[in-house]
Nanobody
Framework: QVQLVESGGGLVQAGASLRLSCTAS????????MGWFRQGPGKEREFVIA????????YYADSVKGRFTISRDNAKNMVYLQMNSLKPEDTAVYYC????????????????WGQGTQVTVSS
């Protein structure tokens, strides 16, 4: 059974940084894309960032370019989200996603989802 476990969320002030981690288990994730989505209060879930199996390709939402970076450790089945210069509008539950398919189709099928970790940014 595939399981994704996120960690690293919390309450921070605007301008601060946080690093989220996600550990995937339950199967071999060769050639899987890994990424993050988020859902803010009263909002729909939205794509944040993703990274290809090799790490050579990354895919960002415009709202996080220049502030968020993603990395992965395939030996550990882990993906990381480094969030810098956080803003109150980044407040959301952040979900780890593992995806089989092209990076641009993450979240649109063939996905495994974590339970989410809360990030709250105060102004």
């Amino acid at each position: 059974q595939v399981q994704l476990v996120e960690s690293g969320g919390g309450l921070v002030q605007a301008g601060a940084s946080l690093r989220l981690s996600c550990t995937a288990s339950g199967r071999t994730f060769s050639n899987y894309v890994m990424g993050w989505f988020r859902q803010g209060p009263g909002k729909e879930r939205e794509f944040v960032i993703a990274i290809s199996w090799s790490g050579a390709s990354t895919y960002y939402a415009d709202s996080v370019k220049g502030r968020f970076t993603i990395s992965r450790d395939n030996a550990k089945n882990m993906v990381y989200l480094q969030m810098n210069s956080l803003k109150p509008e980044d407040t959301a539950v952040y979900y780890c996603v593992v995806h089989k398919g092209p990076i641009a189709t993450i979240g649109h099928g063939n996905d495994y989802w974590g339970q989410g970790t809360q990030v709250t940014v105060s102004s």
